[in-house]
């Protein structure tokens, strides 16, 4: 089947914008993961759900990023007011179940550019 | 700040030569994981050991880990051009918490 999948794979925009950002995680996940990774360091956690609800959302850096997974399934990224320390690649993460135990399935990214 | 750290920064070897990266971290875990990145591309979960565990193999891949160091190390033998890439190691806190936190990650280069 299928491995994560997000969309867009580039977004440009300029400075004070708003975006969304948009992942499909493997058929059947339960859990839901977003990440940031700036150039030359690791992913940095930012929310994570386990169906519906955010179970953890002690990554999101400000106010201006907020996260929706209104079904369980597919989850928007959306920040606001975009500013240019945002440019990164996020990054989306599923798995079968919640919990650390469990191994995550990592989406390709999307490349978010604020200018 | 991140709680894995991995050494070294960068790595550069021939084929057929083994490759060690270390990864350091503060707190105590739950379980420790490695992911293997391509340039440009997402992460591949390579691993997982758990706190209880001391080591744990697949295929050309060995991890260790020393909970009373807090570190852990990613042996791969008999490297191949294809193993070029980036690996970060990732550690839980507890059993329930999604979140994992990375390091920065070792940039390994094997040349062929």
């Known amino acids: 089947g299928a491995g994560v999948s997000q969309t867009p794979s580039n977004k440009v925009t300029e400075k004070g914008k708003y975006v969304e950002l948009r992942c499909d995680p493997i058929?059947?996940?339960?859990?839901l993961y977003w990440y940031r990774q700036s150039l030359g360091q690791g992913p940095e956690f930012l929310i994570y759900f386990q169906g519906t609800g955010a179970a953890d959302d002690s990554g999101l850096p400000n106010d201006r990023f907020f996260a929706v997974r209104p079904e369980g399934s597919v989850s928007t990224l959306k920040i606001q007011r975009t500013e240019r320390g945002d440019s990164a690649v996020y990054l989306c993460a599923s798995s079968l179940h919640g919990g650390a135990r469990n191994e995550q399935f990592f989406g390709p990214g999307t490349r978010l550019t604020v200018l | 700040s991140q709680q894995g750290e991995e050494d070294p920064q960068a790595l550069s070897i021939q084929e057929g030569e083994n490759a060690t990266m270390n990864c350091s971290y503060k707190?105590?875990?739950?379980?420790l994981q490695w992911y293997r990145q391509n340039s440009g591309r997402g992460l591949v979960h390579l691993i997982l050991?758990?706190?209880?565990?001391r080591e744990k193999h697949s295929g050309r891949l060995r991890v260790t880990l020393d909970t009373s160091k807090k570190s852990s190390s990613l042996l791969i033998t008999a490297s191949r051009a294809a193993d070029t890439a980036s690996y970060f190691c990732a550690t839980a806190v507890n059993t329930n918490a999604g979140k994992s936190t990375f390091g920065d990650g070792t940039t390994l280069t094997v040349k062929p």
């Open positions: 707190t105590s875990i739950n379980n």
């Open positions: 050991i758990r706190s209880n565990e």
């Open positions: 058929s059947g996940h339960t859990a």
